[in-house]
DNA sequence: ATTGACTCTGTACCTTGGTACAGGGTTTAT
DNA sequence: ATAAACCCTGTACCAAGGTACAGAGTCAAT
């Protein structure tokens, strides 16, 4: 199994070189074996986890929340069991909120290009109008 | 119709006092009438306002871009049209992919609790297993 | 008319999540 | 054997999004 040097694995994974040593100093990523040397030598897994991170942190979750995300995907025990349990419990919740807060957005958004596409007065859009009283938004 | 001053607003949509007028220095909310000391007025709208941009924050999209969405939220056209539909259009395909990828660590997060639940050899967790060979996670 | 709880502006400081050297060693290709 | 292109650690710096004063004015109640 082919091992990669630190600056191929920021290049697979599209992030900074530095970025890759910043998430070992955080602990989201295992620190690798090293050469004789000294250099940091990666398994290909080290690329998934690298962008992993990435899709977590763009749906809103902090570096700390990943850190435990990233133990569920590794099926790692690092946290007590428990503690996972109610973690991903508590993040259900938080994600069904968001995806319903997500599709709200999605309808005010298509509503504005309709709005421009049909030119009608905004009181008459129906779509803008049921989401206004609705409170949703 | 009441005003409210700038730390009832704060209180009211569960922020800072400083955020307030943090988010009217960086055009996100606009800047009230004042009494004739100065004192900020605000319309119970600053409310709603302040609580569309945290749902959007906590969504993962930046100030820049949440002062793009309320443009759409009050239908205010800061923005020429051209402008607002492409970013429409270019927010809703992003809002799409993070609908995706939300639904993806719902099931991460529901296979670690049905693992922890069942204690089944992870390899034997239909869910994981379905995760892993697609690749989606 | 004075005390306490507000408000104002302006500037300084903080946290998160990086990013960029400096100063030094290593590896590879010529 | 020497330059180019890596790597190391450590520390400094940066941008975004706040948060916290300081110094001064205002308002409401006693």
Redesign the interface.
């Known amino acids: 199994m082919k091992r990669l040097t630190v600056s191929q694995v920021a290049k697979a994974s599209n992030v900074n070189i530095e970025t890759v040593r910043y998430y070992e100093r955080r602990g989201l990523i295992s620190a690798p074996p090293r050469t004789h040397s000294g250099y940091r030598m990666y398994a290909n897994e080290a690329v998934d986890d690298i962008q992993?991170i990435k899709?977590?942190?763009?749906?809103?979750f902090s570096l700390e929340e990943i850190k435990h995300?990233l133990c569920?995907?590794k099926?790692e025990d690092y946290f007590p069991?428990e503690e996972?349990?109610q973690f991903?419990?508590v993040?259900?919740q938080e994600?069904?909120e968001?995806?319903h807060?997500?599709?709200n957005?999605?309808s005010?958004?298509?509503s504005?290009?309709s709005?421009?596409e049909s030119d009608l007065p905004?009181n008459q859009c129906p779509i803008?109008k049921k989401l206004s009283e609705s409170g949703d938004?």
Chains 1, 2 share one sequence.
């Open positions: 992993f899709r977590a942190q763009d749906l809103g995300l569920v995907y099926k069991i996972m349990s991903a419990a993040k259900i994600i069904e968001k995806i807060q997500l599709n957005f999605k005010l958004l298509e504005a290009i709005r421009q905004k803008i938004l």
